[in-house]
């Protein structure tokens, strides 16, 4: 059974680098079939794409944070990463990882909410 | 990039009525296009896939249409485990996009 799991802090500062990891079991990130993204949620609101990055260190971006997030990957540790920098109270949401294929995002890690307060 | 527009953004409804839930792309996607499921403190669940295909153990009261532009899902008889707020998700290119979303609610 595939599982990720996002950890890291729950609270950010204004200006800080928000950071998480996902854990992935069940199944290698080393995959040539899959993708993994980071997807956040606001509080009662609906869903917005982060980012993507497949092992071999192919990754993009939406556009509209691209210039503050960094995705990375740890194949061995089966791990990947969000760096979000320069936060603001508007990024305060919930962050959940997913593995993405050809037919869209099958598993999902449970979210996790980071807020951003001083 | 390619956007969603999904509507209605919530709807009220009783168990027993047909629900249908409409996605619109600004591009064609082909039939790449999936739906999902959320309650509230859970991750979204993956009820369709590929416009139209069911996900395995997901009931056979959803169901989905459209290809190109213009995508629907279908509850055909809503059942109390189905209110519940459902999104759409194109995956024909990066950046992936969700639709805003529609909150199904108890009438």
């Known amino acids: 059974q595939v599982q990720l799991q996002e950890s890291g802090p729950g609270l950010v500062k204004p200006s800080q680098t928000l950071s998480l990891t996902c854990t992935v079991s069940g199944a290698s990130i080393s995959s040539d079939d899959y993708h993994w993204s980071w997807i956040r949620q606001y509080p009662g609101k609906g869903l917005e794409w982060i980012g993507a990055?497949?092992?071999?260190?192919?990754?993009y971006y939406n556009p509209s944070l691209k210039s503050r997030v960094t995705i990375s990957v740890d194949t061995s540790k089966n791990q990947f990463s969000l760096n979000v920098n320069s936060v603001t109270a508007a990024d305060t949401a919930v962050y959940s990882c997913?593995?993405?294929?050809?037919?869209?995002?099958?598993?999902w890690g449970q979210g996790m909410l980071v807020t951003v307060s001083s | 990039d390619i956007q969603m527009t999904q509507s209605p953004s919530s709807l009220s409804a009783s168990v027993g009525d047909r629900v249908t839930i409409t996605c619109r792309a600004t591009?064609?996607?082909?039939?790449?296009l999936g739906w999902y499921q959320q309650k509230p403190g859970k991750a979204p669940k993956r009820l369709i896939y590929?416009?139209?295909s069911l996900q395995n153990g997901v009931p056979s009261r959803f169901s989905g249409s459209g290809s190109g532009t213009e995508f629907t899902l279908t509850i055909s008889s809503l059942q109390p485990e189905d209110f519940a707020s459902y999104y759409c998700?194109?995956?024909?290119?990066?950046?992936?996009?969700f639709g805003q979303g529609t909150k199904v609610e108890i009438k």
């Open positions: 591009q064609g996607i082909r039939n790449d």
């Open positions: 590929a416009a139209s």
């Open positions: 997913a593995r993405g294929g050809e037919r869209g995002y099958s598993y």
């Open positions: 998700l194109q995956y024909n290119s990066f950046p992936r996009t």
């Open positions: 990055i497949h092992y071999n260190g192919w990754t």
